[in-house]
């Protein structure tokens, strides 16, 4: 299936954002090296198309108005650390297509062991991921072990890794 046919096939009307990031912004990310995406095929049916997709990059953050044992659990070493360097999942999203047989639980084996690789190699100890604020989309991410960190213009939640 040609490249252009593949990204045709990826649908996610629950969040247009994601769908047009992969469509129109992912490859220039990944040229500038601002981040990595990574598409998820059926590998039963490539043809079926993309049945999910995610971003990775870095990100720090301000962690001044946290108490110090959280900047303490974050940063490993202080707890009087201004600022936080994480791993950003910065897209995720599943194809809306029906009968799509992914699921969040092999996405995030796939993220995993993406990060293990890179942690053994560069270090890292915080994955990150901001979202909108929405309470089941919250509740879906926290039975993952993922926990609420911070409110801005999203939702920010973290999970520290121990990929070894």
């Known amino acids: 299936m040609e490249f252009e046919r593949l990204l045709a096939s990826?649908?996610?009307?629950?969040?247009?954002?994601v769908e047009n990031f992969l469509k129109n912004k992912a490859l220039r990310f990944d040229s500038t090296?601002?981040?990595?995406?990574?598409?998820?095929?059926?590998?039963e049916n490539v043809d079926w198309g993309i049945c999910a997709y995610f971003s990775?990059?870095?990100?720090?953050?301000?962690?001044?108005?946290?108490?110090?044992s959280t900047i303490k659990k974050l940063d490993g070493i202080s707890k009087s650390a201004i600022k936080i360097r994480a791993f950003l999942l910065g897209q995720l999203a599943k194809n809306a297509k029906p009968n799509n047989p992914?699921?969040?639980?092999?996405?995030l084996d796939i993220i995993y062991a993406i990060l293990k690789e890179v942690q053994h190699k560069i270090g890292g100890r915080v994955?990150?991921?901001?979202?909108?604020?929405?309470?089941?989309?919250i509740q879906l991410y926290e039975k993952y072990g993922f926990?609420?960190?911070q409110t801005d213009e999203y939702v920010q939640m973290y999970q520290?890794?121990?990929?070894?």
């Open 10 to 17: 990826f649908s996610c009307p629950q969040n247009t954002d």
């Open 33 to 43: 090296h601002n981040s990595r995406t990574y598409l998820i095929l059926n590998e």
């Open 56 to 68: 990775v990059s870095f990100k720090e953050i301000e962690v001044r108005n946290l108490s110090k």
């Open 102 to 107: 992914i699921q969040l639980t092999h996405i």
């Open 127 to 137: 994955l990150l991921l901001e979202c909108e604020d929405n309470t089941k989309l």
């Open 147 to 149: 926990s609420v960190l």
């Open 160 to 164: 520290l890794l121990d990929l070894e």
